[in-house]
């Protein structure tokens, strides 16, 4: 009954199950508007809470328990969304233009609020804000367990290829897209979501808000690399969440340095990528160098981003992109607010 302690023991539950895994809302004061991290790595349920300012950095993913996932031929365990992936209607929905999908629905449910809230990854953290208010160790392991469970709903493979064809076809109804707080599958088992819509991103113009936290989003070469040319060329993407996944520090440095060239987004989240042998905050503090710098870089061009989700925990760096951060608010403020006698 006891939740693990460990970050390694969170990385082994959460890639052998497939299961998608809650974040954890225990919250370090933001940096990104200009205040110091006040030391201590992102807190795991049942350690104590630190102080939570008006805007805070999410914490690492808590582990939930999982019920016995299905295997495929080669051994390897499958998350729920290839588990509950229709063959046929996958293959049909990706022949379909926007026109033969006009009549084609599927609906998912928030997993914590079961009902069709608009960011599942913090209506999650409001969940367990809520629950650590009640008591010290946070969210109860039945709490924990009913998450996950809901997060195997039918058909949730098969929506997931529905939602990315539409973003493939650049459908003008579909301006967000949330696969928040559930297991998306790697790339090389099922090129149907995250590649193909990594590459769709590229040239879509109406997609706003890509929410991926919390999705076990695995370091993949190929797949970064299609998003940092997405953000290149992207202009309408506005809301990027890729914040407790797997991400290692190269992935990162590929994203901010397309940033340099991106136009459009205005907020960023990739904070505390779950790691098996050290915290978020240490791992950055030992190799998060090239990450601080293509960030501080990426301001020299980027007129847009006003929202940056990373901890920051060199004062130098700090500096240079909290500047660049206010610089923008600055630019983005002007143009909003009308000039006296226009």
Avoid at 57 to 79: I, K, N, R, Y
Avoid at 134 to 145: D, F, Q, V
Wanted: overall charge neutral.
């Amino acid at each position: 009954g006891q939740l693990p302690a460990t970050a390694e023991r969170h990385q082994d539950v959460r890639r052998e199950s497939g299961a998608p895994i809650p974040c954890n809302v225990q919250q370090l004061p933001t940096t990104t508007e200009g205040h110091q991290d006040p030391g201590g790595g992102p807190a795991f349920a049942g350690a104590p809470i630190p102080r939570v300012t008006r805007e805070a950095t999410v914490a690492e993913p808590e582990a939930a328990a999982p019920a016995a996932p299905a295997q495929d031929s080669s051994g390897s365990f499958l998350c729920w969304a290839l588990k509950t992936l229709n063959e046929g209607q996958a293959a049909e929905i990706c022949t379909d233009s926007l026109d033969q999908l006009a009549g084609f629905e599927l609906r998912v449910l928030c997993p914590t609020c079961k009902g069709h809230c608009p960011d599942h990854v913090r209506c999650r953290q409001r969940a367990e804000q809520a629950a650590f208010r009640h008591r010290a160790e946070g969210p109860y392991p039945s709490e924990l367990k009913d998450w996950a469970d809901a997060a195997n709903q039918p058909n949730l493979g098969t929506w997931m290829v529905w939602m990315v064809h539409r973003v493939y076809l650049n459908d003008p109804s579909l301006e967000s897209l949330d696969f928040g707080c559930f297991h998306v599958p790697r790339g090389d088992k099922e090129p149907r979501i995250l590649p193909k819509l990594f590459k769709a991103l590229a040239s879509n113009t109406h997609l706003k808000h890509l929410m991926l936290g919390n999705t076990a989003l695995e370091s993949d070469k190929v797949c970064i690399s299609h998003l940092g040319d997405a953000l290149r060329a992207n202009s309408t993407l506005e809301k990027l969440d890729l914040q407790a996944n797997f991400l290692e520090m190269c992935d990162l440095a590929v994203i901010f340095e397309a940033l340099a060239e991106n136009t459009g987004l205005k907020e960023l989240k990739v904070n505390f990528q779950a790691c098996a042998k050290q915290s978020f905050r240490d791992l950055m503090l030992e190799q998060g160098n090239d990450v601080y710098k293509a960030a501080a870089a990426a301001f020299r061009s980027n007129r847009s981003l006003v929202k940056l989700d990373l901890i920051l925990l060199q004062r130098h760096w700090q500096d240079q992109i909290c500047r660049g951060l206010m610089q923008n608010r600055q630019e983005l403020r002007k143009s909003v607010v009308p000039k006296a006698g226009g």
